[in-house]
């Protein structure tokens, strides 16, 4: 399980949000690789998610990163702790 601090001004950032105009949110982009991309290699995955965490101004770490392309590459559950702050 992955975890990230999120402040709550930026978690559109992080999970998709009608209301916002923020046009990168990493839910989607995980979303939409976890569809397209099950049984392929992690490491093809992970700098796919890297740019998407760039892209979305989230911090997450390598080890996290990491985790993530392996639950896509298997179709395992990912869990992720967001911590809110601001």
Do not use: C, W
Not at 48 to 65: H, I, K, M, S, Y
């Amino acid at each position: 399980m992955g975890e990230i601090s999120v402040d709550k001004q930026h978690l559109d950032h992080l999970l998709a949000d009608s209301a916002s105009a923020y046009g990168a949110p990493y839910q989607e982009a995980f979303a939409s690789l976890a569809a397209s991309h099950r049984g392929r290699p992690a490491a093809e995955i992970l700098p796919l998610l890297r740019t998407a965490a760039d892209q979305a101004l989230l911090g997450f770490t390598p080890a996290d990163l990491r985790e993530q392309a392996e639950a896509i590459s298997t179709g395992a559950p990912y869990a992720l702790r967001i911590n809110v702050t601001g």
